[in-house]
Each structure stands twice: as structure tokens, then as C-alpha cells.
């Protein structure tokens, strides 16, 4: 590529119509001037260029961590989710095994109590009728002593 510098110093052979040397001189700082200002602003383009390509490389980055981020929590809190539901899975069997117990346990307790009862019927029936026989025995001797 040419330099403005090569462009400056470019001087030409004069032939037998020539041209007029000031003004290819002018002319060739002039151009020279122009290439120097496009050079710069190539050159700031570039490195807005390449500042621009590492800041999406960055954003490119960033944009993978926080997907990665959002995978990790999102997986998380599935597992969260998972491990809420087994161990409410397993509180509610644990309670209905201890409701199941405490029924039964009742269950026991009543037929114990009805068992008790009936005893209860069974002792009391009979101390009735030993008592009834007791005092149909005495009331029979208070009738003989009376009578004698």
C-alpha cells in the first residue's frame, strides 16, 4: 500500500511538454494530505473495530455465564422441587402410618373397654343375684325367727 509519504515524494520525469512542477507538487501534497486523513481514519476505524469485537466477545461471554447460571438454578430448583415432593411424599405416608397406628390402637382400646363392660354386666349380675339370694336367705331366717 502507498504511504502519504511516498505520495509526497513522488516526483515525476519531465519530458518536452513537461508539466508544470509547482502544481504536480501541490497537487501530490494535497493528494498527500487527503491519504494521510483517510489513513487515520482507517486506522481509528479499525481499533473502534477491534474494541468493538472484544466488547461482543465479552457481551458473547457474559451471555454464555448467565446462561450457564440460569441452567444451574433452573436445575436447582428442579431438584429442590424433587426433593420437597419426595419428602412430602414421605410425610404424608408417615403420617398415615401413625394414623393407621393411633386407629388401631383405639380400635384395641374400645374392644378392651367393651370386654371390660361386659365383665362389668357379668360381675355385676352375679353379685346382684348372690346379694338377692343373700337377702332372700336372711328375710327366710327373720320369717322363721318369726315364726318360732
Do not use: C, W
Request: hydrophobic share 35%.
Amino acid at each position: 500500500m502507498i504511504t502519504p509519504l511516498e505520495i509526497k515524494e513522488k516526483r515525476f520525469h519531465t519530458g518536452l511538454g513537461g508539466f508544470k512542477k509547482k502544481e504536480v507538487i501541490d497537487f501530490l501534497e494535497i493528494l498527500s494530505s487527503e491519504f494521510q486523513i483517510l489513513l487515520k481514519g482507517k486506522r481509528e476505524l479499525e481499533q473502534r473495530l477491534e474494541q468493538e469485537m472484544e466488547n461482543r466477545k465479552e457481551l458473547i461471554d457474559r451471555e454464555s455465564m448467565i446462561k450457564s447460571v440460569l441452567m444451574t438454578a433452573q436445575e436447582n430448583s428442579e431438584k429442590i422441587l424433587q426433593n420437597a415432593n419426595r419428602e412430602a411424599e414421605l410425610l404424608i405416608k408417615e403420617a398415615e402410618f401413625k394414623g393407621e397406628k393411633i386407629i388401631e390402637e383405639v380400635e384395641q382400646k374400645k374392644h378392651q373397654l367393651f370386654k371390660e363392660f361386659e365383665d362389668t354386666k357379668v360381675s355385676y349380675k352375679e353379685a346382684k343375684a348372690k346379694i338377692l339370694a343373700t337377702l332372700d336367705m336372711h328375710r327366710k331366717l327373720l320369717e322363721e325367727d318369726a315364726i318360732t
